[in-house]
Every structure is written in C-alpha cells, then in structure tokens.
C-alpha cells in the first residue's frame, strides 16, 4: 500500500514538474531577457541560501538517527567546500552580470518569500515526514532541471565554460542520490494516518515554487503569465 502511495506522490510531482512551466520553456527556447535571468537568479539566491537552514531545523527534531544522517550528509554538501553551493548560485548570478553587492542586496519578493516560509515551516514546525516530504518534491525534480538549464545556457545564453555552470552540473548526482534516499525514507514514515499530511506538504511545496516561476512571468510580461494556475 504504501508504494502505491509514493507512486501517487510521484505523479503529484510529475503533474506539476516545474519543466512544464512556461518560464522554463521559455528558457530552453532562449527567449528571456538578460534582464529577467538576473532577476531570477538574485532571486532564486535567496532559496539557495536559506536551504541548508531548512536541512538543519528538520534535522534538529528529528529523532531517528538514519534520517538524521541522510540530512547531515545533504546539509554537508551544501555548506562544506569551496565555494559551497551558495557561492556556486552566487558565480552563476554574476556571470549573469550581477555585482557581488547587488546579489548580497536583493531582498526577495513575496513569491519567495512565500517558499522559503514554506520550506521553513515543512521542515521546523511540521512532522519529520512532512518536511520530508517537501524536501522531496523539491530535490526530486532538480537533476532533470538541471540538464535543461545547462543545455539552454549554452546554447542560447553565451554560457561555455563549465564552471560558470557548476552549480546545476553538481545538483545533477547529488539530488538524484537526494531524492532516492528521500523516497525510501517517505517510504518508512508514511502510513494511514499521514498520507493526507504527506500529500498536502508535496502540494504545498509545488504551489510555491511553480507561483514564484508564475510571477516572473508577470513581472516580465512573458507569454507564460497566460499559463494556468495549479
């Protein structure tokens, strides 16, 4: 039974992948401005920045040491090394043309404010599967995402150099690993009694993030302010 579930968690996900969503089509086909990808990217600096924060509240009340171990290990790959993943969005975001300053200045709009108040309460004031669970809908989609930007960056952004790129070529492997152990973990907690919870905590995840692409469309005027809301 509760395969079944997670097979339904999945086409939850899949139905709302974020590769649907016009901004990122849009993307692949070269057609935002420089303009709007620096926006995008000083925005989406914030997310990156905040995630290990969401990685370590979880882990801070969660009780069984394997997850506990799993989110260690993800928090580990954020933070650690240099650059870390932050410090590899922020090269991306000024290899976009944006200063240092500029970057470290953005305050976020409230569609990502709205994310990060989501992941936020998914992995500090909700159940250890909850914040799981929106782990998952996140880290689940990244690797197909990132092959996707990667390919419009080059082709149509000027991008060449793998290291202006690192960022997504490094997100590819590790959220794939992510999002296994995830699964299995959703897997071990899910049960009759928070299915319901589990499944709201997926869709409240991609409704946040799918809005946030939504606004950009709107702030830019792109087609993709036309797509449908979820």
Same mark, same amino acid.
């Given at each position: 039974?509760?395969?079944?579930?997670?097979?339904?968690? +999945?086409?939850?996900?899949?139905?709302?992948?974020?590769?649907?969503?016009?901004?990122?089509?849009? #993307?692949?086909?070269?057609?935002?401005?420089?303009?709007?990808?620096?926006? !995008?990217?000083?925005?989406? !600096?914030?997310?990156?920045?905040? /995630? @290990?924060?969401? =990685?370590?509240?979880?882990? %801070?009340?969660?009780? +069984?040491? +394997?997850?506990?171990? $799993?989110?260690?290990?993800?928090? *580990?790959?954020?933070?650690?090394?240099? @650059?870390?993943? @932050?410090?590899?969005?922020?090269? /991306?975001?000024?290899?976009?043309?944006?200063?240092?300053?500029?970057?470290?200045?953005?305050?976020?709009?409230?569609?990502?404010?709205?994310?990060?108040?989501? /992941?936020?309460?998914?992995?500090?004031?909700?159940?250890?599967?909850?914040g799981i669970a929106s782990l998952y809908a996140y880290e689940s989609q990244i690797?197909? *995402?990132?092959?996707?930007?990667i390919k419009g960056l080059k082709e149509h952004y000027g991008m060449q150099e793998?290291? $202006?790129?690192?960022? /997504?070529?490094? $997100?590819?492997?590790?959220?794939?690993?992510?999002?296994?152990?995830?699964?299995?973990?959703?897997?071990?907690?899910?049960?009759? %009694?928070?299915?319901?919870?589990?499944?709201?905590?997926?869709?409240?995840? =991609? =409704?946040?993030? #799918?809005?946030?692409?939504?606004?950009?469309?709107?702030?830019?005027? =792109?087609?993709? %302010?036309?797509?449908?809301? *979820?």
């Amino acid at each position: 039974m509760t395969q079944e579930f997670l097979n339904k968690i +999945d086409s939850q996900i899949q139905d709302k992948h974020l590769l649907n969503h016009p901004f990122y089509q849009a #993307w692949s086909r070269g057609e935002l401005s420089k303009e709007c990808l620096v926006e !995008y990217a000083k925005e989406y !600096y914030q997310h990156v920045k905040a /995630f @290990p924060r969401y =990685l370590s509240a979880l882990h %801070s009340h969660t009780e +069984d040491a +394997d997850t506990r171990r $799993h989110l260690l290990n993800n928090l *580990i790959e954020e933070e650690a090394g240099l @650059p870390n993943h @932050p410090d590899l969005w922020k090269n /991306f975001t000024q290899q976009l043309g944006a200063s240092t300053e500029e970057i470290e200045a953005h305050r976020p709009s409230p569609s990502m404010q709205a994310i990060i108040h989501t /992941f936020m309460e998914s992995c500090k004031n909700s159940s250890t599967a909850e914040g799981i669970a929106s782990l998952y809908a996140y880290e689940s989609q990244i690797p197909s *995402i990132c092959i996707s930007k990667i390919k419009g960056l080059k082709e149509h952004y000027g991008m060449q150099e793998p290291s $202006h790129w690192k960022y /997504f070529s490094v $997100h590819i492997e590790a959220d794939k690993e992510h999002a296994a152990v995830e699964r299995k973990l959703l897997e071990r907690y899910a049960n009759k %009694s928070n299915e319901a919870l589990i499944a709201a905590s997926v869709e409240r995840t =991609l =409704l946040v993030l #799918w809005n946030f692409l939504s606004s950009l469309c709107t702030r830019y005027q =792109l087609a993709c %302010s036309t797509s449908e809301s *979820i």
